[in-house]
């Protein structure tokens, strides 16, 4: 990602004001949209002062059958107002939400069909890199981005009630978000910056082609 167009903001929060809770993502069944909404629904009983937002497709036609789901368990549980379902965005909309969330949420699991993220999704390096608090799961490239305990929480998939137990653990653990934060900020410095990552690359073809008499450059042959 392109970390120079990523501001680095620690969140702050103290109990009694809102805690607010985002997940960003196409509404699709490897997202685990709907351990998202039960794990919130979790952390809701014991602090009913946080929020969930999602931004996705809510409303488009792969969506129906898992936002049929969510809404089932918003109504089973009581959520009522303390869940926002948002469709597409305008951009400065999205930013705001951005800046106004605590935590990002992003359970991915793997589909029934065997579809599932095959690397790590780019709204998780982001997230990390902004300073938000990110609850994920121990699901493909994921673990490789955030560095669970240290820079933040991550579950088995398809398990929200150990979601909701991380959503609890940073609820009673603010002080500790900024640290996590900054680890979170440096891991993503080191190994996901766009132009860092391009000169890496770069340095690997140069180390592997050589020029030959004429001054054209082949493959080593190693």
Not at 92 to 106: G, K, M, N, P, S
Request: proline residues 6%.
């Amino acid at each position: 990602v392109d970390l120079a167009k990523i501001e680095f903001a620690p969140r702050r929060w103290h109990p009694g004001e809102p805690l607010n809770v985002l997940q960003v993502a196409h509404v699709r069944e490897k997202k685990g949209i709907p351990d998202s909404v039960r794990a919130f629904a979790a952390l809701h009983n014991d602090y009913p002062e946080a929020r969930f937002t999602l931004i996705g497709d809510i409303h488009s036609a792969s969506a129906k059958p898992i936002m049929r789901d969510v809404q089932a368990i918003i109504d089973r549980e009581g959520l009522g107002d303390a869940v926002r379902l948002l469709d597409k965005v305008l951009y400065e909309t999205y930013v705001q939400t951005l800046r106004d969330a605590h935590i990002f949420i992003h359970p991915s699991v793997e589909a029934e069909n065997g579809d599932s993220e095959g690397g790590a999704p780019v709204s998780i390096i982001e997230a990390s890199a902004s300073g938000m608090m990110v609850v994920s799961t121990r699901h493909c490239d994921i673990p490789e981005v955030i560095q669970d305990g240290i820079s933040g929480l991550l579950a088995p998939e398809h398990r929200p009630d150990a979601l909701a137990e991380h959503l609890r653990t940073l609820a009673r653990n603010p002080d500790e978000w900024e640290s996590m934060a900054q680890k979170g900020r440096e891991h993503i410095e080191r190994h996901y910056d766009l132009n860092r990552q391009i000169e890496a690359l770069e340095n690997i073809y140069e180390r592997t082609l050589e020029p030959d008499e004429m001054g054209f450059r082949s493959i080593k042959n190693h």
